[in-house]
């Protein structure tokens, strides 16, 4: 979603800027700009703003190469309120052209707020955005003091904000401030750096300060001084930013998708690494920091997620239930947090989220903190609001993750809740031997998922070409799958609409029946995914119903099950695994899917359109 990066410094602003938008693209965005404070040849300073609508490739053409000045902002926008045009891109300023705002987040009394400017204050607006409320509400308190202005001017705002803003009337200074919005400041040598995701700042410094909500900070060459928004002072130690796991270049692969999907042998053996415990047949997840007397307490635990690791969190439920006879949900955050759940001291949750900023999962932790539920973060992006607001948690360790549409986090997010619920099994249900059994099934899964890339993945023939043909021509896709399976065919078919834009659904397969199955022509494609577990016969028996229909099947089975891939138009074997792992591996077939349909269709694969990476706003 929209992005924010800032610079003081002694260096030349607008390279630097510009490299931090192009590391904060992976998160989606429709329009870009910057805003740099450029000396005059009288001797004084003034703004220089340009935006561009598209990628941060148009805003380079656009800002001249040796463009003066050692202070300014950068932002990417993913538009929320008014189109994506250049006068609803960041930054946007004040009347008199010498006060830049740059803002992620929602201002929701921004219709009053700027009745009130208009009618009071005669400020003609520029845009249709909510931000440009801030740059005329801080002009209205500004007397000088910038600090001062800007903590005035957030005073009478509600809603979310990470706000950069910029003064001409001083050349090295950025005031900024974080509400539900995150922002992080980094040391430099004799320059400070601000981002809203520390991932721009990795080729800069690794000494980094997170803000906390309703903090303001005023940033200079030298560093920063941080207060609250009610006036008190705050102190942070500096954090070092931690080494990036995995690299975020494409390297020879012509997309961030595929290479990420080709990266989850390595990802996966990250996740695993250490936790999985041979001698015991159980696991060890420090994070979770949980005796086991703690463990066989919990009475219920609870799984919140968004999109696709909302997926990973029903395969983690359905696993707590059987390996711990845990009773065990995975809700989406979204609705949780505002239905008033139930929740008990013993009662434990699990927040699931590979950016670690996602607004809706954050407000599900809020709300069962408030309930006096214990909530624990299983996220990928290390030191993020997640990460941070829960305290204690894992790390899925996927590594960066650029391409929007989420792979390489998915099969991580699955692999750490499945080695959680062999922890939890061991203090609950779960003897030695079958802990054993299934943890060495674990560690087999990154070797059978570079056999089976290396084997189908770049193929030119083959069943994937065969079934993607069927699917970029349908109008329509159907998912089937039982159990976690069902889960898997939910990821596939999000996968599908992200990445290629291609309507489709997914059901459990026996729902299908209860009415979706009215959708069924003779051209719909239909991907079920029935590995060899205690559903196959069953799920095969839908397939039979939808083949009755015309349907054309495509079959994710177990490789050797030759009877189920005969009931298929294309069948594509996955190696076997124990049935609770096996949508590590049915989910690879649908991840390539969704990539050569979106190639076929020609899609901008990295960057669907409309989506963000990062969800930061409800
Ligand atoms: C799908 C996808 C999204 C995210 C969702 C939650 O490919 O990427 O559905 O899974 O927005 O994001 P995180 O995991 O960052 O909380």
Redesign the pocket.
């Known amino acids: 979603m929209c992005g924010i990066v800032g610079y003081v410094g002694e260096k030349r602003a607008a390279p630097l800027l510009l490299d931090g938008l192009r590391r904060l693209e992976y998160r989606g965005y429709d329009s870009a700009g910057l805003a740099m404070i450029t000396p005059t040849e009288g001797g004084g300073y003034e703004l220089n703003v340009i935006r561009r609508v598209g990628f941060v490739a148009e805003l380079v053409k656009a800002v001249p190469e040796n463009l003066a000045g050692r202070a300014g902002v950068g932002h990417t926008r993913w538009a929320t309120h008014g189109a994506v045009t250049e006068a609803n891109a960041h930054p946007h300023v004040d009347s008199t052209g010498r006060i830049a705002v740059i803002h992620n987040g929602i201002i929701e009394n921004f219709a009053s707020l700027r009745a009130h400017l208009e009618e009071e204050e005669g400020v003609k607006f520029r845009s249709e955005t909510d931000s440009e409320v801030l740059a005329h509400l801080v002009r209205k308190f500004y007397t000088g003091d910038p600090l001062e202005a800007v903590r005035s001017a957030l005073a009478v705002v509600t809603g979310t904000w990470g706000v950069a803003v910029v003064f001409a009337d001083h050349a090295d200074l950025i005031i900024a401030s974080r509400n539900g919005s995150p922002l992080v400041v980094g040391k430099g040598d004799g320059e400070t750096f601000l981002a809203s995701d520390p991932h721009a700042l990795a080729n800069y410094t690794r000494s980094i300060v997170y803000l906390e909500d309703r903090e303001i900070v005023k940033i200079t060459r030298e560093g920063w001084e941080i207060s609250r928004l009610d006036g008190r002072p705050v102190s942070h130690a500096i954090e070092e930013l931690g080494i990036e796991l995995g690299s975020s270049e494409k390297g020879s692969f012509p997309h961030f998708m595929l290479k990420e999907i080709h990266e989850q042998p390595e990802s996966l053996s990250r996740c695993l690494l250490g936790r999985v415990v041979p001698e015991t047949g159980g696991a060890k997840l420090g994070g979770f920091d949980l005796t086991p007397r703690e463990i066989v307490a919990i009475r219920r635990l609870g799984i919140l997620?968004?999109?696709?690791?909302?997926?990973a969190g029903l395969v983690g439920a359905t696993a707590m239930e059987q390996l711990a006879r845990l009773p065990a949900f995975a809700e989406i955050?979204s609705e949780f947090r505002y239905r008033n759940p139930v929740i008990s001291a013993d009662d434990l949750f699990l927040a699931?989220?590979?950016?670690?900023?996602?607004a809706?999962?954050l407000g599900a932790i809020q709300e069962a903190q408030t309930k006096g539920g214990r909530v624990m973060g299983v996220?990928?992006?290390v030191g993020s609001t997640?990460a941070r607001t829960c305290g204690r948690g894992v790390y899925v360790h996927s590594g960066p993750?650029i391409?929007?549409?989420?792979?390489k986090?998915?099969t991580s997010?699955v692999a750490a809740l499945l080695v959680a619920s062999l922890m939890f099994g061991r203090s609950r249900m779960l003897g030695p031997g079958e802990g054993r059994a299934f943890g060495a099934d674990l560690l087999a899964v990154p070797g059978r998922m570079a056999s089976w890339l290396d084997a189908n993945a770049t193929s030119h023939t083959g069943p994937i070409v065969d079934a993607v043909e069927l699917l970029v021509n349908a109008r329509f896709v159907f998912f089937l799958g039982r159990g976690v399976s069902a889960a898997v065919a939910m990821?596939g078919a999000?996968?599908l609409k992200?990445?290629a834009y291609i309507p489709c659904m997914s059901y459990p397969a026996a729902e299908m029946k209860h009415g979706p199955i009215a959708l069924i022509d003779k051209q719909t494609p239909v991907v079920a995914i029935v590995p060899d577990d205690q559903m196959r016969d069953k799920t095969l028996s839908n397939v039979q119903e939808v083949r009755a229909r015309g349907a054309r099947v495509i079959l994710i089975h177990t490789e050797g099950d030759t009877e189920a891939a005969q009931l298929a138009e294309v069948a594509i074997a996955v190696p076997r695994a124990s049935a609770l792992i096996t949508p590590l591996l049915s989910v690879l077939p649908l991840q390539l899917f969704a990539y050569r349909a979106g190639l076929a269709l020609g899609r901008d694969i990295d960057r669907p359109r409309n989506?963000?990476?990062?969800?930061t706003v409800e």
């Open positions: 997620g968004c999109g696709t690791s909302f997926h955050a699931v989220s590979q950016s670690g900023e996602t809706d999962t996220v990928n992006v997640i993750e391409a929007v549409a989420s792979t986090a998915f997010q990821e999000l996968k992200e990445v989506l963000a990476k990062s969800v």
